[in-house]
């Protein structure tokens, strides 16, 4: 407990002085950050109450606490003077319908107000902070977006803590935590009548259930759909990675670099193993009937001639993660029309004579390859 009050002592005074409800906003901007992008915190489920919190809540709360850093009150005591009677005719007249008065006796928003602003500013706010971000070289991607909101976020605190101190103590906005925890405790546990205990009982039941509910639905998710994925690469003159521009015509004993990408979305850790193959095939064209026996369609086939392994390799990923290799491709049997087979096996399993057949997952690439 002392050394708490000691490292506490440290901070600096206007730390200290943070009014709580600011302060709970760094504190889950913080904690947000860490369950987004820390290595192992981020694969847990904590990351979806406290990203949903932090992209639809926190940002406008931020956003409306440096706009309006005054309680909701009257702005008029009981105790000043009424106006004049002419003065308050003149006002009649004018303002039939009483919005004078009531923007006139109004100098913040309360709290019902606050958190609905809070809400709709946040589903505002985030959109044009993606958008300010798709014009960037950074673009639309994790990292961005957590620093931009959390930077969005931060900077509106302090604004609100600036502005918060500049009031009198009695006029600024403080969330009432003790005055929502008396009324809560006397609803509770002092009930005018046993019909208000158990209505009060269903309340917390139904409350505990519903609750239980929603962090059973983020905590439990429903597997989606389980797959893999492997691809080909290559780099632009710009250094981009694109899907476009393959080598294809190669001399025996000449490499050339591709890039091998492998995406893991089997909702565990999965061993991978990649079996590179080299392949003489001829393509045949058959002639097959259709089913109506009028018609006749040309069917081609794919015939491998001859089949070589030319390389293997392993690497585990983890859960919804991708995994680029660099691989140099190098082909040894000449002739037109060799096909170059990667397949991708889940687990580590790979038979003793791999083949297409074998697996789901291949990429294959049809190159040229001329005698040195």
Known sequence: MV?????WLLLPRRVRQLPADLAAVVALVIATNIAALAPVIRETPLRVPLGLAFVLFVPGYAFIAALFPEAGESSASSDEPTPPADSQT???DSDSDGLYDSIASRSGIDGIERVA???GLSIAIVPLIGL?????????????????VSGFTLVSTVVAAERRRELPVDERFQVPYREWYAAGREELLEPDTRADAALNVLLVISVVLAAGSVSFAVMVPADGEQFSAIYLLTEDDDGERVADDYPTEFVQGESKELIVGIDNHEHE???????VLEQDVEVVENETATSE????????????????????FSTTIAHNESWHHEYALEPTMAGENQRIVWLLFPGGDVPAEPSMDDTEYSVHLWVNVSES
């Open 117 to 119: 602003l809070s809400f």
């Open 132 to 148: 300010v971000l798709n014009f960037t070289p950074w673009g639309i991607r994790l990292v961005p977006i957590v620093v931009s």
């Open 3 to 7: 050394a708490f009050r000691s490292l």
């Open 90 to 92: 003149m006002v009649d």
């Open 269 to 275: 850790t999965t061993e991978y193993t990649v079996v």
């Open 293 to 312: 026996g009028d018609t006749n369609t040309t069917v081609n086939e794919t015939i491998v001639q001859e089949q070589r392994e030319l390389d293997r």
